[in-house]
């Protein structure tokens, strides 16, 4: 039965969205990486990481790990409060019939200007994080947590994921000035 859902779902996305999806030489379709947003905005703030990694490549130095299942959103929207101790972000479904096991993710997050306290300025932060892909599916989140004044800056904020070089999916945000959110209900 499952297998017959699958199959009838991936025929409805490739009648759909052909276009979308990457043809091999022969012409075929090849059905790639398909990606799916379930939720996103602003995140519980009260949950705490299972572990804790240096990461050079981030503003904090460290990069948090959580459990997807601790992923509550208190407001569905893409616009974000720009206030300290904030986290938003997004869930996601990804599918692929290629991959299977951990397999390596490129989040980059792209932002306005930081001005970090030794002068240096950033625009963007990269990590690699894993999604465990059993039977063709992998779920998955990111977050960002604002813990740093020169954190909390307004303007268009983009999650982003890479494998083997290819963005498969692009999420974004807009931090507004507390005054300016949206909170009732889904914003776009």
Not at 65 to 76: A, G, L, P, T
Not at 109 to 137: K, S, V
Request: with cysteine; net charge negative; glycine share 8%.
């Amino acid at each position: 039965m499952r297998n017959t859902i699958l199959l009838l779902l991936y025929v409805t996305f490739t009648l759909f969205h052909s276009s979308a999806l990457p043809a091999t030489t022969d012409g075929s379709i090849k059905p790639g990486i398909i990606a799916h947003v379930n939720a996103y905005g602003v995140i519980n703030h009260d949950i705490q990481p299972l572990a804790t990694t240096q990461n050079p490549d981030i503003v904090t130095g460290e990069q948090r790990h959580f459990s997807i299942r601790q992923m509550h959103f208190e407001h569905i929207t893409k616009q974000i409060p720009a206030l300290l101790g904030t986290r938003f972000g997004f869930s996601c479904e990804l599918y692929s019939e290629e991959l299977d096991g951990n397999v390596p993710i490129t989040l980059v997050i792209t932002h306005p200007e930081m001005q970090l306290p030794d002068g240096r300025t950033l625009t963007e932060q990269r990590m690699t994080i894993q999604a465990l892909f059993r039977n063709g599916y992998a779920n998955r989140g990111s977050a960002y947590r604002l813990d740093k004044d020169y954190e909390v800056v307004t303007g268009s904020w983009t999650f982003s994921y890479y494998i083997n070089g290819k963005r498969i999916l692009a999420q974004s945000f807009e931090l507004v000035s507390p005054g300016q959110t949206e909170r009732s209900g889904a914003s776009e």
